[in-house]
């Protein structure tokens, strides 16, 4: 007798930590992956994305993406290279950032690879990148954008339904309904206070519920983000400063590019001139200016935003800027420091104690970001030690992320899930989070296990 339930849902990533979010549903002959995003942090973590993926690329049938950001969608081309034939399923904005991210990834990968080589300070003999710009390029092939608030048939008796969640432009939570049944996947979770996107539309109810907890076990400060920028600005720049600011290129270089530009107008901090060194980090600011729905900029703000920066497009324009002196702002991904441009500003003015370094948002575990973030003054970078004496800021104001309070806010309004399961966060933060839905609204809810398989056929 076959006791494989007959629609299931495996935790194929986001368990113990906030990022290589993928959820495998297996229903009707059909396996669907919500989300196929790339681990980050630790290398424990990192190493996951080298493995055999857990089942065969070609036997998943479909992608469904909850937003573009790469723990989320980063590690499409190496599924598609290694026998992914489906469609990628996401809202417009998704796909159109993730023309700018998955190539841009690929990019930087085999620069990473040929820069190791060259510096000699790889473990291998001949360093590779987990997939290329050319593998990134083939799997933009697979993507079928759709609207928000349509069903999308995904086979027999399957459907999906993209719903606003704020956070990111094209960012979504998705409710799939299987055979009756509905998983309700948050997605990454937006703010109503958002300075850039429009709030996430509430939790609308569901059969099991996949909530994220990046800031599951903490609550926003209550601090105008804006302000504090400013009073960085005016002290670093007031003592000839360099101020490097690490971001995503997607979602947070413009929120920053917005809250310097209104800082400016309003005369709050004097001229410095700003130089914003991640060519996707320009295009995805264009992008915005086509998704006005979706944020709450005005046309007027937006091109000042758009309009702030002097572009940094080429390698020797990024090399030049790092012989330069300040007072000026550099603002440059990745925002952990994970890789990327910003790497080789933070090298060339992190040991400057007159220069500043402003962390915008998340760090997850085991990146650089978090290193500098928890108070420890030296980098790994290329090889070599490097001591950070510049001033260390983050902002956590600028999160794009609900806080646990906003968290419970979101779900809170709905009827309790039969099931709710605490994903995308680091231990501590996905422990907090469980307990205050377990103890505030009365909802089962637990943490689920890495690869763990749960049954949607019967209530849990």
């Excluded at 081309?77 to 469609?87: C, E, Q, W």
């Excluded at 933009?140 to 995904?154: A, M």
């Excluded at 603002?331 to 104690?353: E, K, N, Q, T, Y």
């Excluded at 422990?431 to 209530?459: K, Q, S, T, Y």
Aim: one cysteine or more; glycine letters at 10%.
């Amino acid at each position: 007798m076959n006791s494989q339930p007959s629609a299931s849902l495996r935790f194929l990533g986001a368990t113990g930590t906030v990022t290589g979010s993928r959820y495998l549903v297996e229903a009707n002959g059909k396996r669907i992956l919500v989300d196929c995003g790339l681990f980050q942090g630790y290398k424990q973590l990192r190493e996951r994305n080298w493995k055999p993926f857990p089942v065969p690329p070609k036997s998943i049938d479909c992608v469904v993406l909850t937003h573009a950001h790469l723990d989320h969608s980063g590690y499409l081309p190496a599924l598609v290279r290694n026998g992914f034939r489906g469609i990628v399923h996401c809202t417009r904005a998704t796909g159109e950032l993730c023309n700018l991210l998955l190539p841009d990834s690929g990019h930087l990968q085999e620069e990473e690879a040929r820069y190791a080589l060259h510096k000699g300070y790889s473990k291998h003999v001949n360093p590779k990148p987990l997939y290329t710009f050319e593998d990134a390029r083939s799997a933009l092939g697979h993507f079928e954008p759709k609207d928000f608030d349509k069903n999308v048939d995904l086979g027999p008796g399957i459907s999906a339904r993209f719903i606003p969640v704020g956070h990111l432009l094209g960012a979504a939570q998705i409710q799939l309904t299987v055979n009756g049944r509905t998983v309700h996947f948050s997605g990454d979770v937006g703010r109503d206070t958002d300075p850039l996107m429009r709030g996430p539309r509430p939790f609308p109810g569901a059969d099991i519920l996949v909530c994220e907890s990046t800031y599951g076990n903490r609550v926003h400060p209550h601090v105008d983000a804006e302000a504090e920028l400013g009073e960085i600005i005016n002290r670093v720049a007031g003592r000839g400063g360099v101020i490097v600011i690490p971001a995503f290129a997607v979602g947070r270089v413009q929120g920053v590019m917005l809250q310097i530009a209104q800082l400016r107008k309003r005369g709050a901090i004097p001229y410095v001139p700003v130089y914003l060194n991640t060519p996707m980090g320009t295009d995805a600011t264009e992008i915005y200016h086509h998704h006005h729905d979706e944020h709450h900029v005005s046309w007027e703000d937006c091109k000042a935003m758009f309009n702030l920066a002097e572009r940094v497009r080429t390698v020797e324009e990024s090399k030049e800027l790092n012989r330069r002196s300040g007072p000026m702002i550099i603002i440059s991904a990745s925002g952990m420091l994970a890789g990327g441009r910003v790497l080789h500003h933070v090298a060339s003015f992190g040991p400057d104690p007159k220069n500043a370094i402003v962390l915008s948002g998340f760090q997850a575990g085991g990146t650089r970001g978090a290193v500098l973030a928890r108070g420890e003054r030296h980098l790994r970078l290329f090889g070599q030690d490097v001591e950070i004496r510049a001033e260390v800021i983050q902002i956590e104001g600028m999160s794009g992320h609900a806080d646990a309070n906003e968290l419970l806010a979101w779900m809170g309004q709905a009827a309790a899930p039969e099931m709710t399961y605490i994903t995308h966060g680091e231990p501590d933060s996905a422990d907090a989070l469980r307990f205050r839905i377990d103890h505030e609204l009365g909802w089962n809810v637990r943490v689920p296990e890495h690869l763990e398989r749960i049954n949607l056929a019967r209530p849990r």
